[in-house]
């Protein structure tokens, strides 16, 4: 005859509600440790899946993520000559924030260097990857937008031909691709008044340097579209992303880029690196705090239930001991219960939270490992939570049902 | 009723017990001696504060007594305050108990209640639940079996636990006011189920008892006062 099960079904109705509230508990464990397993993720995705082997930033910057990197765009063209390097492409990454249907919709943008990269792959979870050179965009499922909304960023409209899943930045932010130069266009857009008192501004500024006086017929291209200008300089990006011809030593490579006095070239490995210790470290030591905080809480919560459930019986435990119930008996009736509690709780957890944690605004990893871990976190809480209650209920007098 | 000490139960001789120490001692138990025999039914009368239940707890190996000896079939279980043997073993195989309440065990059902008695000293299920149902049957319970305690009137939930008390085959079982919770008429038939019991199932019956309308019942009635036996009779 086994007392606990006996016990609960006798107070089923308790039980299950206690069993709930654990489960609850234990189910913002859960998240917390999700959320904390998706911070991690998120700052690490996107390097993980483009898996360029090199990513050269501008000198002495940890760019493009963890702080802003601005390189000309024909380094992609100076690094292919590097020997070793089988491609190499241009990367833009930058936040905007819009409005879209009367709510703000922050977005991160990455630029893909078309043709040569056309984002085949990325996730594709609906439509299409990009198609053509320009106006064509590819969204996150987590931004609300659907395959063929139109946004409109900068001067031009752009039409989601597809949608990721699971493509967040480190701040949480969907992820948005399109190819590098309508994401230029959108980064350094300027409303033409801008650009006009600009080019009038740039008149005046070159009339103020010698090269305005010795070739005065510059002020007319001055004054017109600063593509005509080749002097002003080629168009800025984030990175460039160097992938090596298998058999070449990527260390070897990485030395060579980064002898060039003008870029600082980080590894995959590096470049999560600076990610996960710049980006996320607070959020990520905050986050791993307050879930062990959790965790200590839920051990003294379920500690207190278990010790009142065995408070309740105290009077039935002092009658088992009077008729000469081993501790074996007593200590079966209370163990058992905080196991099937825990058990319970950590089932409800489980179940709800592959319900509810979809709807978090951040993303939320169950990793089966942290779910074992955590399994067995429940279970020695349980044994110990019970504890407490052992204690008391070794102490309950016989002689007490007499009184 | 004519005794040889193989037919005795229990004897105790010497028993005493002392709360407290310096100015708050209370000696609630005072060199008490008794024996009880298999098959007899012994009342202990007395008021309250006499010592009644502490001598019951004494004998019931519920707490030490300070000196004094007790034996139980013959065995020595208490010299003085040192146990010479497992008490809690010798309880659960020597020993029936009934309250004023019946302290059942709320989550169980009637016949799960006498089982339980029998299952904690690991007798097989198949056995247990035979006997606990005969047990049931003889003191007229066996169709309330399935019920829990909760569903039961005062006077059955006495008899359940007058079954549990006889589940082990006690050589003795220790009443400690079991009629209080009763009317006069389930009182009485309390007491004489007990005297049935001691009689059919050869164990030794203590029951105090202020009900003084059953007393013809017994076979002996013993007298406490200050924490002392004064009078007997039979």
Not at chain 1, 170 to 195: H, R
Not at chain 1, 197 to 226: K, M, T, Y
Not at chain 1, 281 to 286: G, M
Request: proline fraction near 4%; glycine fraction near 8%; include cysteine.
């Amino acid at each position: 005859m086994n007392l606990a099960t006996k016990d609960i079904k006798h107070n089923l109705g308790r039980f299950s509600l206690t069993s709930a509230g654990i489960g609850l508990l234990l189910m913002i464990v859960m998240g917390m440790g999700g959320i904390y397993r998706g911070l991690v993720e998120d700052a690490t995705l996107l390097v993980e899946r483009i898996g360029a082997d090199l990513w050269v930033a501008q000198k002495n910057t940890r760019g493009p993520f963890a702080e802003m990197s601005r390189i000309p765009r024909d380094l992609a063209d100076r690094a292919l000559v590097v020997p070793g390097v089988e491609t190499s492409f241009g990367f833009i990454s930058y936040t905007i924030q819009r409005s879209y249907k009367g709510k703000p919709l922050r977005l991160t943008l990455q630029g893909l260097d078309w043709p040569a990269d056309r984002g085949l792959w990325l996730p594709i979870a609906a439509g299409r990857s990009l198609g053509q050179a320009h106006y064509e965009m590819v969204a996150d499922i987590t931004s609300g937008l659907q395959v063929a909304d139109k946004l409109k960023l900068g001067k031009n409209f752009f039409t989601v031909k597809g949608l990721t899943k699971g493509m967040t930045s480190p701040s949480g932010d969907s992820m948005v691709f399109m190819t590098l130069t309508d994401a230029q266009a959108v980064q350094y857009d300027m409303s033409p008044e801008s650009i006009r008192i600009e080019r009038i501004a740039r008149v005046n500024r070159l009339f103020n340097i010698d090269l305005g006086q010795i070739q005065p017929q510059l002020s007319e291209r001055a004054s017109g579209l600063s593509s005509g200008i080749p002097a002003l300089g080629t168009s800025m990006i984030s990175a460039v992303l160097v992938r090596v011809k298998p058999g070449y030593n990527i260390e070897a490579v990485a030395k060579q880029i980064e002898a060039w006095p003008d870029v600082s070239v980080y590894t995959e490995q590096g470049q999560k690196q600076l990610l996960l210790k710049g980006i996320v470290e607070r959020s990520r030591r905050q986050l791993g705090l307050f879930r062990r905080l959790l965790i200590m809480v839920s051990a003294i919560i379920m500690a207190l239930i278990l010790y009142t459930l065995t408070l309740d019986k105290l009077h039935d435990i002092a009658m088992l001991k009077l008729i000469g119930a081993r501790n074996s008996v007593i200590l079966g009736l209370i163990m058992q219960q905080a196991i099937l509690l825990g058990c319970i709780g950590f089932c409800i957890a489980y179940l709800l939270g592959q319900w509810i944690f979809p709807y978090f605004p951040r993303r939320v990893v169950l990793v089966r490992g942290d779910l074992y871990s955590l399994a067995i976190i429940v279970f020695v809480i349980s044994i110990l939570a019970s504890l407490l209650g052992v204690w008391r209920a070794m102490r309950a007098d016989p002689g007490e049902v007499l009184a | 009723m004519s005794r040889s000490n193989d037919n005795i139960a229990l004897q105790a001789a010497g028993l005493t017990k002392i709360y407290g120490s310096g100015h708050t001692e209370v000696v609630a138990v005072r060199d008490v001696s008794l024996s009880v025999s298999r098959g007899e039914i012994v009342a202990l009368l007395g008021p309250s504060g006499a010592g009644k239940t502490t001598l019951l707890t004494l004998l019931g190996l519920i707490r030490p007594p300070n000196t004094g000896r007790i034996l139980i079939d013959g065995t020595l279980v208490f010299d003085n305050h040192q146990a010479q043997v497992d008490v809690r073993r010798f309880r659960r195989q020597k020993f029936g108990f009934v309250f004023q309440k019946a302290n059942l065990i709320p989550f169980l059902t009637a016949v799960e209640n006498v089982r339980l008695a029998m299952e904690i000293d690991d007798q097989p299920a198949k056995v247990s639940r035979r006997r606990s149902m005969e047990l049931l049957d003889y003191l007229g319970v066996a169709e309330r079996a399935e019920y829990l305690p909760s569903k039961l009137s005062g006077g059955e939930q006495q008899r359940v636990a007058v079954a549990r008390a006889l589940a082990n085959h006690p050589s003795l079982i220790l009443a400690d006011e079991p009629t209080a919770a009763l009317d006069s008429v389930r009182g009485r038939q309390v007491m004489e189920l007990f005297v049935k019991v001691a009689h059919e199932q050869s164990a030794g019956v203590i029951v105090v008892t202020h009900d003084h309308r059953a007393l013809d019942v017994f076979d002996r009635t013993l007298e406490m006062e200050d924490g002392q036996l004064r009078r007997s009779g039979t």
